[in-house]
């Protein structure tokens, strides 16, 4: 698998966020924390990909809040 592949499957996986199971998620997200890590990805790149992840990060936060009765 090139690169551009790779980059291409997270950022598919990253916009389907919402709609997969607990484990498959997390999975995406430390996927996503890898390429932002590596040094040799393109800036451009990463604040896509932690553009991305803020986003489901935010959603997730909100989904949560909404489902525990003990929130306020």
Do not use: H
Not at 21 to 40: C, F, K, M, N
Not at 62 to 70: F, K, P, Q, R, V
């Amino acid at each position: 698998m090139t690169i551009s592949s790779y980059l291409d499957k997270i950022f598919s996986e990253l916009e389907q966020l919402d709609r997969v199971d607990t484990v498959t998620g997390a999975i995406y997200r430390q996927q996503a924390q890898e390429i932002l890590a590596d040094p040799s990805i393109a800036l451009k790149v990463k604040v896509a990909i932690a553009d991305l992840l803020s986003q489901a990060n935010r959603q997730l936060a909100i989904a949560s809040a909404g489902n525990n009765e003990e929130s306020y």
